[in-house]
């Protein structure tokens, strides 16, 4: 079965300051993919970023980064230079292959919060 | 293109009602799939499609709940007898296979208030 953990239940930080998210999953898959949504106030849950289990390879998107580490079984985001806006649940989630159904599996969310 | 969509937003009944809740995919999505959300938990897994076929039902899929998907386009789920249990965020999401990128669109979700 899948499992992911997200250890931290809620972030405090000052505007500008960097927010690193933990999440640890757990597979017996060989091919799955790795997520970040982003769920504000409202209630929609906002698709941000994906990793493949093929590509380890860690990139930068405008605010947003992320370290994926297969022997660690870790998906950590950080939101650089956090504002305001940042506010909201960040999820973590594990879905399997594509011909299994690509089934989500979520951890139980960070609450952010940014004060200005 | 219009995201997905959902409606009711929210919805109040009360325990022992039957409640159907409806859900418009993006419209060149195949997969069409169901989560449920209760009050700080991430969202569950409950049941998907592809096209019209539903392919996987989860076992918090009790048997008074029923999905649809007619044609292969919108859904509904509806839940008979509803128990205050049943009192969470029901949400919606579709994605397209065959494009590698797996992702998910979710819609603003329903709201069930069980009273």
């Known amino acids: 079965a899948q499992k992911v953990t997200q250890a931290q239940t809620e972030i405090s930080v000052v505007e500008k300051e960097d927010v690193t998210l933990d999440c640890v999953y757990e597979t017996r898959d060989t091919t799955y993919y790795l997520f970040w949504y982003k769920q504000p106030p409202s209630g929609e849950l906002v698709f941000l970023i994906r990793r493949n289990s093929f590509d380890e390879q860690n990139e930068i998107s405008g605010r947003y980064s992320w370290n994926f580490q297969k022997s660690t079984s870790s998906f950590n985001f950080t939101i650089t230079a956090s504002q305001v806006v940042d506010s909201a649940v960040y999820f973590c989630?594990?879905?399997?292959?594509?011909?299994?159904?690509?089934?989500?599996?979520f951890g139980g969310g960070t609450r952010v919060l940014v004060k200005p | 293109d219009t995201g997905v969509s959902q409606n009711p937003r929210h919805k109040i009944t009360k325990r022992g009602q039957n409640v159907t809740f409806r859900c418009d995919p993006i419209?060149?999505?195949?997969?069409l799939y169901w989560y449920r959300q209760t009050l700080g938990q991430g969202p569950e897994f409950l049941t998907y499609?592809?096209?019209?076929?539903?392919?996987?039902k989860s076992r918090l899929l009790s048997d008074r709940f029923s999905a649809e998907r007619p044609k292969g386009s919108f859904s509904t789920l509806e839940i008979q007898r509803t128990e205050q249990g049943d009192s969470a965020m029901y949400l919606c999401a579709s994605s397209q296979t065959g494009t590698g990128k797996n992702e998910q669109f979710f819609g603003p979700g329903t709201r069930l208030t069980v009273l």
């Open positions: 499609f592809q096209n019209e076929a539903q392919l996987e």
């Open positions: 419209s060149e999505h195949n997969r």
């Open positions: 989630a594990l879905s399997e292959a594509e011909a299994a159904g690509n089934k989500l599996t």
